[in-house]
């Protein structure tokens, strides 16, 4: 046995666990005149007697010799030979002339192919070294902040915080069952997640990521197995300061290591789909490596999945990628082909299975759409394709998330209804109006109170309440509206409004003033094709117009992502990459053709590139320089004791965060958890929460008798904990609580003497287990 210290290198490990193509035709059929050596003329006359074959042998005129002439007499061949005459590889020479005919057509018809080729496979060799970098970058940075590979698995289960924890523990749940479908089965009849509650946790919680690693997991460990292969290596390791020796284990048969093993490696292909974006989106690789340095220069700023693996946007973005491509392909394409529509429609659903805010930022993309279509950028019927892949899209995750009402009654079904119905009536609008601006205005009217309506509508029918907490969201924004669900969400850093450092940080990489230009430049030429569409009377005419649609587009999508970075400051992870894509326009020769006339592109872009680096490398370098080790004692004492001391069916509540954490490892129904988007699980955690209120002991009580729980975490951090003015949690209580307003908050009451209502037993630093004392 090795015994080693937590350092960056590890000693010696514990144990192991057909046919040739037709000849070109310019060489092939016989031809009057043609020269001897080709093998295609007249016959070589031959010395003496020759056999003669075919009608001409036989049709020698009258009697005697001087009847009517003969038919040319061809001498016989044998079968074998004329076949290989046919081929051209009958005569002399006629083999070299075959290859010279190929040559010649391969240079006149196929060098452009072959030139076509190179380029695009090049172009995906620096696609792939990308994504590499990028996985090499993301991996590096984690296991800098997380010193993830000595960890124990406990240590490593408790490094998922909250939502990350609960998702997992999904992974975990599949990977442990006897068999993949006996684990599905515990998935889809959970009675730990809410207690009592039974619930089907891949229909509310967006889990077939989870689903599709551990079947992969599974499959993995199986085969290795079976070959007999070593999956993972494990060791002791002295964590030090007086604490006990753990077992850390790596390699992908560890199922954490496995598992954001899968995440880093999609995210690095996401960095691939980046490059190809950029280089087909400008015409030029260049735009590829300017999209390409700007994700790196601005990283911090582009993602998080360095640091919080799990979290759904980590494995559900890199498909809006591929998405967002796939739709600058159809754009751009006068024809769309099936295969195009089907791959839009493949990729919505990768996109939105694993995440519920999918929906919202395909909204967005609908009504960009709807806003290019309107302008006239592109018709009707190239819209309502792109419409039937997002409708099918829809119906397929409607399916496969066993009949999830929020996706039939969200405000993304709602648009493409309203949408659809309006370019159904498009054609009569037309006739009626003249005046086009009018008629835009009255579309862009329409498809906003149709949207809205239907939405209200179709949640009035289907009783669905589980988003409402979004337009509270928006409402708060705007009018300042307070309540206790709202403030839950506007009192945390990440849904608050855009810090602002972050625009100032977008300067000094010049990523702001780079797209600035390029913005500009689209709405100009929009506003000079707008002008001249309404001075147009013939619409015929506009057709050798619609260029440009697919610029206009990813502006409008710009616009769209700006104003959700800036009222809700995780969404900046839409608009920080978006930017970064509008970027590698600087090497369009659509856009900026008449400077590249007087300036070589590479010069320009080279030249932005090294500006750009003066911070971005600053930015790299300070991200390299994170240097940490995850370590949380008290909640590993925590969960120690529920798992020694505590019944398999003791129930628990508590903090969002640190119930995830007790499913996770201590296996423990809990009454709440961070999934926060359901209506009814948001009522609970408002019970569990009113611990931190100021109502009376008994009351909060009773409350939490009648969801059956026998012991609340109580975190005392939590009574005094102030992210900003009046976001306290007493303080957020008298909002939802003003009749109790000014008395001392129940937790502060608790953390010196909870009876008689409550019992401590157990205690350190930051947790204080109570049991609810049963009358």
């Given at each position: ?483 206790f669900d709202t403030l839950m969400y506007t009192c945390a850093a990440e849904f608050d409004f855009m810090e602002k450092e972050t625009p100032i940080r977008y300067t000094k990489t010049l990523l702001l003033p780079v797209v600035l230009v390029v913005f500009g430049v689209i709405t100009r030429k929009a506003i000079k094709y707008i002008v001249w569409v309404l001075s147009q009377k013939d619409l015929c005419e506009r057709e050798d117009h619609f260029n440009h649609g697919e610029l206009v587009y990813h502006a409008l999508q710009l616009l769209a992502y700006t104003v959700l970075g800036i009222l809700i400051m995780r969404l ?151 992210t900003k003015p009046g976001c306290s949690m007493p303080e957020i209580w008298d909002v939802e609580d003003p009749a109790n307003a000014g008395k001392i908050p129940l937790c502060n009451l608790m953390s010196k003497d909870p009876r008689p209502y409550f019992n401590t037993v157990f205690q350190n630093s930051v947790y204080r287990i109570l049991k609810?004392?049963?009358?």
């Amino acid at each position: 046995m090795v015994v080693q210290t937590r350092g960056r290198h590890k000693e010696s490990p514990l144990k192991p666990l057909g046919a040739q193509p037709p000849p070109p035709r310019a060489t092939g059929a016989p031809q009057p005149g043609a020269s001897p050596r080709s093998g295609r003329g007249l016959p070589l006359k031959q010395p003496g007697r020759q056999l003669l074959c075919g009608a001409g042998a036989m049709r020698k005129g009258g009697t005697g010799r001087k009847g009517a002439k003969s038919e040319p007499q061809k001498p016989c061949r044998p079968l074998a030979q004329r076949v290989r005459e046919l081929l051209g590889l009958g005569r002399e020479g006629s083999l070299r002339g075959w290859r010279h005919g190929l040559q010649a057509l391969i240079e006149e018809k196929g060098a452009f192919i072959v030139r076509a080729d190179s380029k695009i496979w090049f172009t995906f060799i620096l696609a792939a070294f990308a994504g590499v970098l990028h996985w090499c970058h993301i991996t590096t940075l984690f296991e800098n902040d997380r010193h993830f590979s000595h960890l124990s698995t406990l240590e490593r289960e408790m490094a998922f915080r909250t939502e990350m924890g609960l998702y997992y523990s999904y992974f975990k749940t599949i990977v442990e069952a006897p068999s993949f479908w006996n684990g599905m089965w515990m998935i889809m009849n959970d009675k730990l997640t809410e207690y009592p509650l039974m619930i089907n946790t891949l229909k509310r919680f967006n889990l077939y990521p989870e689903v599709v690693l551990a079947s992969w997991y599974r499959i993995y460990t199986g085969v290795m197995d079976f070959i007999g292969l070593q999956t993972k290596t494990c060791w002791t390791v002295n964590r030090g300061e007086g604490l006990s020796p753990v077992e850390s284990c790596e390699g992908l048969g560890d199922p954490a290591s496995f598992y954001v093993a899968v995440i880093f490696l999609l995210n690095g292909v996401m960095m691939s789909l980046f490059f190809i974006y950029g280089t087909y989106l400008s015409g030029s690789r260049l735009g590829g490596l300017v999209t390409v340095l700007c994700y790196f220069f601005n990283h911090g700023e582009c993602t998080r999945v360095m640091w919080t693996p799990p979290l759904r946007e980590s494995f559900s973005y890199p498909f809006l990628v591929l998405q967002m491509l796939l739709l600058t392909y159809i754009l751009r394409t006068p024809n769309i082909n099936r295969g195009s529509l089907i791959a839009l429609c493949v990729s919505n659903v990768f996109f939105m299975l694993p995440w519920q805010f999918a929906q919202f930022v395909l909204l967005t993309q609908i009504a960009s759409l709807f806003a290019v279509y309107v302008v006239g950028y592109i018709d009707s019927l190239k819209l309502q394709k792109i419409l039937c892949a997002h409708m099918a899209s829809l119906a397929l995750c409607f399916i496969l998330m066993f009949g999830n009402s929020m996706l039939l009654t969200s405000y993304y079904a709602a648009s493409l209804a309203v949408i659809w119905g309006m370019l159904e009536l498009s054609p009569k609008l037309l006739k009626m109006s003249r005046r086009e601006v009018s008629l835009w205005a009255i579309e862009g009217f329409a498809w906003l109170f149709g949207t809205v309506t239907l939405k209200y509508l179709t949640s009035l029918i289907f009783g669905v309440a589980d988003d409402a907490h979004i337009s509270n969201l928006l409402k708060s924004k705007f009018i300042g509206y307070k309540d206790f669900d709202t403030l839950m969400y506007t009192c945390a850093a990440e849904f608050d409004f855009m810090e602002k450092e972050t625009p100032i940080r977008y300067t000094k990489t010049l990523l702001l003033p780079v797209v600035l230009v390029v913005f500009g430049v689209i709405t100009r030429k929009a506003i000079k094709y707008i002008v001249w569409v309404l001075s147009q009377k013939d619409l015929c005419e506009r057709e050798d117009h619609f260029n440009h649609g697919e610029l206009v587009y990813h502006a409008l999508q710009l616009l769209a992502y700006t104003v959700l970075g800036i009222l809700i400051m995780r969404l900046k992870l839409f608009l920080t990459p978006h930017l970064c894509i509008m970027a590698s326009l600087v090497c369009s020769k659509q856009l900026f053709g008449w400077l590249f006339g007087k300036i070589q592109p590479k010069t320009l872009v080279f030249a932005i590139l090294a500006i750009m680096a003066i911070e971005g490398s600053a930015n790299l370098q300070n991200q390299w320089n994170i240097m940490g080790e995850f370590s949380n004692l008290p909640q590993e004492e925590l969960l120690e004791w529920i798992k020694s001391s505590t019944r398999q069916d003791a129930v628990f509540a508590g903090a969002m965060p640190t119930m995830a954490s007790v499913k996770l490892s201590a296996l423990r129904p809990i009454v709440n958890h961070p999934h926060y988007e359901d209506a009814g699980l948001r009522a609970r955690t408002k019970i569990v929460y009113s611990m931190y209120s100021r109502k009376p002991a008994k009351e909060v009580k009773k409350e939490l008798l009648k969801l059956g729980v026998n012991y609340y975490i109580l975190e005392e951090s939590w009574c005094i904990r102030r992210t900003k003015p009046g976001c306290s949690m007493p303080e957020i209580w008298d909002v939802e609580d003003p009749a109790n307003a000014g008395k001392i908050p129940l937790c502060n009451l608790m953390s010196k003497d909870p009876r008689p209502y409550f019992n401590t037993v157990f205690q350190n630093s930051v947790y204080r287990i109570l049991k609810v004392t049963r009358e």
